[in-house]
């Protein structure tokens, strides 16, 4: 049997439908209604944080943000989902890479303010939790005072990772969720916004409906992002289990890394955080090995991807590059496994057993 590279949480149909029911009797289905409120509260409450606006993808999310805190040019990472940077160039915001830790994958601190001391007009950084570790969030912090820039992060892997007691959407100024349907916690699509000021927030939620105020004057040109009642619906339905999904993809995380670390190399983790299970990244040593471990996982029905690659200098090449070389390099030999909430230990040995012959007899 298949063992897929990921696969949807499945929403309990009487859960849900009881909720659906909820929405047919008030006659709200979409603007700010009723499970959105919910929704909203028990997100703010779950994940610890403050002014969390819901809307209807992580891509908007994104593209919210920067409108919210008038990005003009920003930094961002080769390494990452496509969206975290062709939000920013759809924008006409002024887009420049630069690289990653060798052993994190995330936005390199240091690098990047080399690049801020070669570009003065940047006014913000947008950073990727890339897979769910955290960035260097204290360095970033610095940073930002430092030179008086903003810091975004793209924290679309990161739902439910903390760093020691504090959730990691309490840095920066926002932090950005997808709610996709592949994601830990999802609404099929969706996401979340999290700003670190009130007023942000306030912008913002007028910016994505169309830019209408509390009282229904236009303020400004805005657009509609709003998440609807149904989607609501399935994200109060799945945040009932999101504690023992992401409990059991941090066990299944754990033992790949346990059966892995001595013949595979993996992202160094955050001191302080915990893991949410996201995603199951390795680095091969070579592209030959790469290739190897590929077909051996394909010969066995178990789906795995490039991901991510190519690094995105080599996408948008229209845009600055300040530096790109150990993005590029992992784009070539990063590959991640299978890792969902049905998955089981039994799957996982199998996979690690199956990496460890092919690599064992591979010289
Ligand atoms: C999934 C993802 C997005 C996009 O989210 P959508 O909800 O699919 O629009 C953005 N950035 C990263 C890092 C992602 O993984």
Same mark, same amino acid.
């Given at each position: 049997?298949?063992?897929?590279?990921?696969?949807?949480?499945?929403?309990?149909?009487?859960?849900?439908?009881?909720? $659906?029911?909820?929405?047919?009797?008030?006659?709200?289905?979409?603007?700010?209604?009723?499970?959105?409120?919910?929704?909203?509260?028990?997100?703010?409450?779950?994940?610890?944080?403050?002014?969390?606006?819901?809307?209807?993808?992580?891509?908007?999310?994104?593209?919210?943000?920067?409108?919210?805190?008038?990005?003009?040019?920003?930094?961002?990472?080769?390494?990452?989902?496509?969206?975290?940077?062709?939000?920013?160039?759809?924008?006409?915001?002024?887009?420049?890479?630069?690289?990653?830790?060798?052993? #994190?994958?995330?936005?390199?601190?240091?690098?990047?303010?080399?690049?801020?001391?070669?570009?003065?007009?940047?006014?913000?950084?947008?950073?990727?939790?890339?897979?769910?570790?955290?960035?260097?969030?204290?360095?970033?912090?610095?940073?930002?005072?430092?030179?008086?820039?903003?810091?975004?992060?793209?924290?679309?892997?990161?739902?439910?990772?903390?760093?020691?007691?504090?959730?990691?959407?309490?840095?920066?100024?926002?932090?950005?969720?997808?709610?996709?349907?592949?994601?830990?916690?999802?609404?099929?699509?969706?996401?979340?916004?999290?700003?670190?000021?009130?007023?942000?927030?306030?912008?913002?939620?007028?910016?994505?409906?169309?830019?209408?105020?509390?009282?229904?004057?236009?303020?400004?040109?805005?657009?509609?992002?709003?998440?609807?009642?149904?989607?609501?619906?399935?994200?109060? #339905?799945?945040?009932?289990?999101?504690?023992?999904?992401?409990?059991?993809?941090?066990?299944?995380?754990?033992?790949?890394?346990?059966?892995?670390?001595?013949?595979?190399?993996?992202?160094?983790?955050?001191?302080?955080?915990?893991?949410?299970?996201?995603?199951?990244?390795?680095?091969?040593?070579?592209?030959?090995?790469?290739?190897?471990?590929? !077909?051996?996982?394909?010969?066995?029905?178990?789906?795995?991807?490039?991901?991510?690659?190519?690094?995105?200098?080599?996408?948008?090449?229209?845009?600055?590059? $300040? !530096? !790109?070389?150990? !993005?590029?390099?992992?784009?070539? #030999?990063?590959?991640?496994?299978?890792?969902?909430?049905?998955?089981?230990?039994?799957?996982?040995?199998?996979?690690?057993?199956?990496?460890?012959?092919?690599?064992?007899?591979?010289?």
């Amino acid at each position: 049997m298949t063992i897929n590279l990921n696969q949807p949480i499945k929403p309990n149909l009487d859960k849900l439908t009881q909720y $659906l029911a909820q929405v047919n009797e008030s006659g709200w289905y979409t603007n700010f209604g009723p499970l959105h409120q919910q929704l909203t509260k028990r997100l703010e409450v779950y994940l610890g944080v403050e002014n969390l606006l819901l809307v209807s993808n992580g891509t908007l999310a994104l593209q919210i943000a920067y409108k919210a805190l008038n990005v003009k040019s920003a930094l961002t990472t080769p390494f990452s989902f496509v969206a975290t940077a062709s939000s920013l160039i759809w924008q006409n915001i002024e887009t420049s890479f630069s690289d990653i830790d060798k052993q #994190t994958y995330n936005l390199c601190p240091q690098k990047a303010q080399q690049a801020l001391d070669a570009n003065l007009d940047i006014d913000t950084i947008v950073a990727t939790h890339v897979y769910g570790n955290p960035c260097d969030v204290e360095k970033f912090d610095d940073l930002a005072g430092k030179n008086k820039i903003n810091i975004i992060y793209d924290a679309a892997h990161a739902f439910g990772v903390n760093i020691g007691d504090k959730s990691v959407l309490s840095f920066g100024d926002a932090s950005t969720l997808s709610f996709h349907a592949t994601k830990v916690f999802h609404t099929v699509e969706g996401g979340a916004i999290v700003f670190k000021h009130k007023a942000d927030f306030e912008r913002a939620k007028r910016l994505i409906n169309f830019g209408i105020d509390e009282k229904g004057n236009i303020t400004e040109a805005g657009i509609n992002a709003k998440l609807n009642e149904y989607q609501c619906a399935v994200g109060l #339905t799945i945040l009932d289990d999101v504690e023992a999904i992401i409990e059991h993809r941090s066990n299944l995380f754990s033992a790949y890394r346990e059966g892995l670390k001595c013949i595979v190399e993996m992202p160094k983790w955050h001191d302080g955080a915990n893991f949410n299970g996201a995603y199951m990244p390795i680095n091969l040593k070579s592209i030959e090995e790469r290739v190897l471990v590929e !077909s051996t996982l394909k010969n066995n029905e178990i789906q795995c991807r490039q991901y991510f690659s190519p690094s995105l200098d080599m996408v948008f090449k229209e845009q600055k590059v $300040l !530096s !790109s070389n150990n !993005s590029q390099e992992l784009s070539q #030999t990063i590959l991640c496994l299978p890792l969902h909430f049905y998955m089981v230990i039994d799957d996982i040995d199998l996979i690690v057993k199956l990496i460890c012959e092919s690599l064992g007899s591979f010289k």
